[in-house]
Nanobody, 115 residues
């Protein structure tokens, strides 16, 4: 079993920045993929960014150039730096880990972008 705990959400004005962090309960070295997803009210959960165990990354088109995902195997964490936030980025952000065929999710952290 793996527990994932997100932190760093909050309220920010448009154009502002937030940094989300996801801490795993054990070593993430063997995790094939770690990523961030988000779900806005009335919408489906969608991929924001993911990073594989080889360091390759993938971003949703809507966040390219604004968000950066990073993985620190020594600290068992994955972070999401979010810059130039927009109201449409408002959602609950979830951390996800993939180990072979198993998926694990965190409980989510709210990000609200509003003036």
């Amino acid at each position: 079993q793996v527990q994932l705990v997100e932190s760093g959400g909050g309220l920010v004005q448009p154009g502002g920045s937030l940094r989300l962090s996801c801490a795993a309960s054990r070593s993430i070295v063997s995790f094939n993929m770690m990523g961030w997803y988000r779900q806005a009210p009335g919408k489906q959960r969608e991929l924001v960014a993911e990073v594989a165990d080889d360091g390759s990354v993938n971003y949703a088109d809507s966040v390219k150039g604004r968000f950066t995902i990073s993985r620190d195997n020594s600290k068992n964490t994955v972070a999401l730096q979010m810059n130039n936030l927009k109201p449409e980025d408002t959602a609950v952000y979830y951390c996800k880990a993939k180990i072979v065929w198993r998926l694990y999710w965190g409980q989510g952290t709210q990000v609200t972008v509003s003036a």
